[in-house]
């Protein structure tokens, strides 16, 4: 377990953590240089504790909004104004150099993005007053408020999605396993809420959301979009209509997990799906039995954890999928974010009034009882703790 501190680095809402590999922690920070902002590419290795600036560069427009992506050999880094247009900045992760400057153009306005790899960008937008009749006839004729494309950065190119999956915003998920690169795609129904409420008011409802969860290659997937495919060939690994429910929940290095509930018999399981071979199989039941406290499920990189709050305002902690903890803390500390080691607890506590939100992470070791506290916030990653 490490602690790295950049709350003293990432001061304001342009300033972006970017991700971690290894022992190294990326993120992109805005500063002044001769009355000029300036956005640096930083490198901060934590074992070491050396950081060092791997791009400079100077900006020339105030009103950008930045996105980045962290892959296995490049950081990719997309800044738009919520127009029409974004531009694309692909560096090395290891030296820095620029390998790649492409300024991508799409119809409507800028929604959100999702890059698949260093290369392919899907750009979602909506209508804009330039587009607003070509959105009328597309809306018309989809049902959908926002369009979807996909841009290359390699061809330069950027192609109209037709899968109306995508256009009505699935979730899309990237991954290695068998050699390859694979995509899961979730839809959903709604809520687990929502879906419940259906479920008891089956009779009346006409509409039949349901979840689906679809997995290819990402290869195949962007092939298909190339070429215009109305709907997109998928595997479906789940699905789930008005009595039931199923969510992607986190993946390891080994599996994809899912959480499925089915409403009539009120049983929740955990599914297990290997990343390489596509093997489902049931890996934990998260039915709570009539005797039983209640108790809430939480989980993390292929960790899950059975948490119970008790009278004295302990919470028990008990791991029960790849993880034996059996620990417990106070309730005042917060939620729990992470558990490293079965032994150190990540928790964060948010505290709001009208005014003003302070968020407090405290870092637990449970077999020596020492509690550190820090003011801010924090997300783990690969057994590191990043406060900022």
């Known amino acids: 377990m490490n602690i790295a501190d950049l709350r003293q680095t990432l001061k304001t809402c342009n300033d972006r953590f970017i991700g971690i590999r290894g022992e190294h922690i990326y993120y992109a920070v805005e500063r002044a240089m001769d009355g000029q902002p300036h956005l640096l590419l930083m490198d901060c290795n934590w074992a070491e504790r050396q950081t060092r600036t791997l791009a400079d560069y100077c900006i020339n427009r105030q009103d950008y909004v930045l996105h980045c992506f962290l892959f296995a050999e490049n950081i990719l880094l997309i800044m738009e104004n919520g127009g029409s247009e974004a531009w694309l900045l692909k560096l090395s992760r290891y030296s820095g150099e620029q390998q790649s400057l492409r300024q991508a153009r799409f119809a409507g306005s800028f929604v959100k993005c999702s890059a698949l790899d260093a290369d392919h960008v899907i750009f979602y937008s909506r209508a804009s007053r330039m587009d607003a009749s070509l959105f009328r006839e597309y809306s018309r004729r989809t049902g959908y408020m926002q369009a979807a494309c996909l841009y290359d950065m390699k061809q330069d190119c950027c192609w109209s999605i037709q899968d109306a999956r995508i256009c009505a915003g699935a979730e899309l998920l990237t991954f290695s396993g068998g050699g390859e690169q694979k995509l899961l795609l979730t839809q959903t129904g709604g809520t687990e809420a929502e879906k419940r409420r259906d479920y008891r008011n089956r009779r009346f409802v006409r509409s039949r959301q349901e979840d689906s969860i679809s997995v290819c290659s990402l290869a195949e997937f962007i092939a298909e979009i190339e070429q215009e495919t109305s709907r997109i ?3 479906q690994l789940f699905r789930a209509g008005i009595s039931g429910m199923v969510r992607y929940v986190c993946m390891d290095s080994e599996s994809l997990y899912f959480r499925a509930l089915d409403f009539p018999s ?14 489902v199989r049931d890996a934990a039941a998260l039915t709570l039995q009539p005797e039983e406290p209640d108790a809430r499920f939480t989980a993390e990189h292929g960790r899950f954890f059975r948490l119970t709050e008790r009278a004295d305002g302990q919470i028990d902690v008990q791991g029960f999928l790849n993880s034996t903890a059996q620990i417990s803390y106070d309730a005042e500390f917060g939620e729990m974010v992470s558990c490293l080691d079965d032994r150190y607890l990540v928790l ?4 709001k009034d009208d005014t003003d939100t302070l968020i407090f992470s405290s870092v637990c070791d449970t077999k020596t009882g020492q509690v550190r506290q820090f003011e ?6 690969e057994n590191v703790i990043l406060l900022y």
């Open 348 to 351: 964060r506590d948010i505290l």
């Open 266 to 279: 009120n049983e929740q399981h955990v599914f297990a799906v290997s990343r390489h071979t596509g093997a």
């Open 376 to 381: 801010g916030n924090c997300a783990v990653q």
């Open 233 to 235: 060939p998928m595997q």
